[in-house]
């Protein structure tokens, strides 16, 4: 249950901060590229980092509801598929002396044509 919780959590965040940021819906692709710069040195690998950017990348698609509950979603693309959004391996860059760790999201997308827009 806690899992589920954190993705919730992680999922509702990420449609907050897209508000927030006023990003287009129904954006025709979309990259999404998560960067950690880790507080310490210690070795760590992107693998571990797919876990927080699916439900970064699941957060960008529309809300739909599943069983009885409504999972959010903020509709930049229609979907999460290779069709839809591109999810290059996250960029694990050099922690910095005195700064703890920090993680952002770098998103490109790229807006329907107006052909696109009228099929």
């Known amino acids: 249950m806690a899992k589920a919780a954190l ?4 999922r509702e965040t990420m449609v907050a901060l897209a508000v927030a940021e006023n990003l287009p819906q129904h954006a025709s692709f979309a990259v999404l590229q998560l960067h950690y710069q ?44 290779p069709e839809w959004m591109s999810k290059p391996e ?10 703890g760790g920090r993680m952002w999201l770098d998103i490109i997308y790229t807006l329907p044509t107006d052909q696109e827009q009228a099929a």
């Open 7 to 10: 993705t919730r959590e992680i």
């Open 38 to 81: 880790p507080r310490d040195s210690r070795r760590r690998d992107t693998d571990n980092l797919i876990a927080t950017l699916k439900p970064l990348a699941d957060a960008m698609t529309p809300a739909r509801v599943h069983g009885t509950r409504v999972v959010p979603g903020y509709g930049l693309v229609a979907d999460d598929t």
């Open 90 to 99: 996250p960029i694990i860059h050099p922690p910095v002396k005195g700064e």
